[in-house]
């Protein structure tokens, strides 16, 4: 019975391992594109990649590694409720490029693209934290994950951001 | 929010955000990151960006802050955030104050609008440019037009005459002559806003020589061949020293070295060639080496 316990034990110390990594193995991930989806509710994220023909828009392939991508949101980009999907670029184990977009939009890359499954919404959010507030981490970088915080809406990444904007405020002001 | 919108919004936001921390030098790393995020949040739901940039401008932040804060509501359609930039644009002190007028002309809304004139009677003159610019980015003639009207001071005239010529106000700066008169303000109104008919009326007409004179000179402004053939037209036509200099000018200004030239080889007294060489040397042109080889020429 012991040895039961201390397998299953060992087996969920497995399966967090491989289904929630830190934000430390992401960042010290191999070089390329990783993509991990966070399920938080009050999360809606329909962004995808857009072209404009003609005056006409259409949701289009986002290709990861194009430095101008443009974006959109639209009905046909409608995600599950709760989902968002990042897309992380890392490169010398330094995050590069950081998109978020709907898990229903359809993406592309010259590589491949690391795939960490579900991360739960307190990691994706230290993970995001540890990127803003990092000074060895580029300015563009830290304000896309910003904006990917922001995109995500998240009521994680909104209370993170109140604080943010509330430090030294005076109490009653 | 409409796609469109959502697009223009979030490619405003990425545009921005190359001012977020990369031109923030003399500010805090707090100040820069609360900066950051406010940029962000111009992607953000109305509901949601809403109440962090009011929680913003009500705390102790610094005025760069507050500043961005406004942005951010500028951006926002609804009756709130107007309430808040009117406000502000009221009751705030100094950049403050000039930088929530300027929102409310990025905002474009109307009403807002409207109210900024109530606040350019009784605002000091960094007030009155703010509410000037205001209105310049909301491209509001009408509101210029009136500050133009009722001003009771020179300063106040210019500096509302000189926004309608950014905004190619071209109806309005006639209407203002009709008005008013004409003054120098009122001839580079013209000629920034490239209204060539009104330029030339005053041009040719010697009521006043003095104005008749700057309207010349501003013809080199606006350019362009009609504008060189006048300006050769004019000097040779002129009946006194200071028009033949004003259009001499205005070729200058308009870079026009070949209608020098062509009123060189035409001039009879050495006073006139020496004259016209002048010009032909300030403006670098070549025409002076044509000059000089046929002069060498001439003399072998």
Known sequence: ?173 | MNTLTKILIISAGLLLSGTGYAQQAAISDADELKIAALEALISAPPERALPLANKVLAGDNSDEVKERALFILSQIDTPESQATLVRFAREANGSLQEEAIRMIGISGDQASLAGLSEIYASGNSNVRDAVLEAYLIAGDKQAVFEIAVNADNTDDFEEAVETLGAMGASDELRELRGRTGVSESLIDAYAISGDLASLLDVARDNSDVEMQAEAIEALGIIGGDQVNAELVEIYRAAASEDIREAALDGMLISGYDAGVLELYRSAQSPAEKKELLEYLVMMDSDAVWEIVDAALEGGQ
């Not at chain 1, 006409?56 to 986002?62: I, N, Y």
């Not at chain 1, 981490?137 to 809406?153: I, T």
Request: glycine letters at 6%; one cysteine or more; hydrophobic letters at 40%.
């Open chain 1, 1 to 173: 019975m012991r040895a039961a316990r201390a397998a299953a034990l060992a087996a969920c110390v497995v399966f967090a391992a491989i289904c929630s990594p830190t934000h430390a193995e992401l960042l010290a991930g191999s070089d390329g594109w990783h993509s991990w989806q966070t399920d938080e509710a009050g999360a809606i994220t329909d962004m995808c990649c857009f072209t404009r023909q003609r005056g006409a828009g259409s949701r289009a392939v986002c290709y990861l590694d194009e430095t101008r991508l443009v974006f959109s949101s639209g009905d046909d980009c409608a995600a599950s409720p709760g989902r968002a999907q990042y897309y992380v670029l890392v490169e010398d184990g330094k995050p590069r490029e950081i998109r978020v977009l709907s898990e229903a939009c359809p993406v592309e890359t010259g590589g491949q693209i690391t795939d960490h499954g579900i991360v739960p919404a307190a990691e994706n959010l230290a993970w995001f934290r540890r990127v803003i507030e990092d000074r060895t981490v580029s300015n563009d970088v830290r304000e896309e994950a910003l904006f990917a915080l922001v995109l995500s809406e998240s009521n994680l990444a909104f209370d993170y951001l109140d604080r943010i904007l509330s430090a030294n405020v005076p109490a009653g002001r």
